[in-house]
């Protein structure tokens, strides 16, 4: 099947600094990429929505000066988080659509913890 | 807006027993529901999906869920658990003229096998 990778799988960080985490698409082209924030015990977030070529669609109340998305081609996806906080730590896991389908036709990646100190 | 609830953060069961992992949902318009499985330190993996067809769903590792319309209702089933079945589990909707496109997902239930 089809395959996502995330990276890196975890990343510690000091406060103020920014972090990318890169989401590929091994073997398909991926249009369309979303990117899910998941906190200990919780549930995925929708963070955005990200298509190559365009600037990417946010959910409300997601900063988008803070969480800074690019989709520069159709099999990687990068999401930075500029200026990080203790409160980003958390759990970011992207996907990957593979067009033609729901749920079937999304792949996730393995997801990358983000700790800031 | 969609919205999904899963009922149990947590639920326990021996090998060998009945698995039953709840979820209700809200949906203003024919939903489509999936059921997905994260094992540690992994991503999400697709269990099943109800997509208008067929009401009893069957999924990978034996794993069934059954569409009740009148319950709002998407409960996933397998009759005998095994070690391997151990993870959390996420419901999760979308509108049907979506597809994949925006998923709405549930708190998740971690479950725990026994031996």
């Known amino acids: 099947g089809a395959v996502v990778s995330q990276h890196p799988s975890w990343v510690i960080c000091k406060s103020g600094t920014s972090v990318k985490i890169e989401c590929r698409s091994l073997?398909?082209?991926?249009?369309?990429m979303f990117w899910y924030r998941q906190f200990p015990k919780q549930s995925l977030m929708l963070m955005a929505t990200s298509n190559e070529g365009s600037k990417a669609t946010y959910e409300q109340g997601v900063e988008k000066d803070k969480f800074l998305i690019n989709h520069a081609s159709l099999t990687l996806s990068t999401l930075t988080v500029t200026s990080a906080h203790p409160e980003d730590s958390s759990f970011y896991i992207c996907?990957?659509?593979?067009?033609?389908?729901?749920?079937?036709?999304?792949?996730f990646g393995s997801g990358t913890q983000l700790s800031v100190l | 807006a969609q919205s999904v609830t899963q009922l149990g953060s947590h639920v326990s069961v021996s090998e060998g027993a009945l698995v039953l992992l709840r979820c209700n949902y809200s949906?203003?318009?024919?939903?489509?529901l999936f059921w997905y499985v994260q094992y540690p330190n992994q991503g999400l993996q697709l269990l099943l999906k109800?997509?208008?067809?067929?009401?009893l769903v069957k999924g990978i590792n034996g794993f069934e869920a059954e569409f009740k319309k009148s319950e709002t209702s998407f409960h996933l089933t397998k009759p005998s658990a095994h070690m391997s079945d151990a993870a959390e589990y996420f419901c999760?909707?979308?509108?049907?003229?979506?597809?994949?496109?925006?998923?709405?997902f549930g708190q998740g239930t971690r479950l725990t096998i026994n031996p």
């Open positions: 073997d398909f082209q991926a249009t369309t």
């Open positions: 996907s990957a659509r593979l067009p033609g389908g729901p749920g079937e036709k999304l792949f």
């Open positions: 949906s203003s318009v024919p939903p489509y």
């Open positions: 999760a909707v979308s509108d049907g003229d979506q597809g994949a496109q925006k998923l709405v």
């Open positions: 109800y997509t208008s067809a067929a009401t």
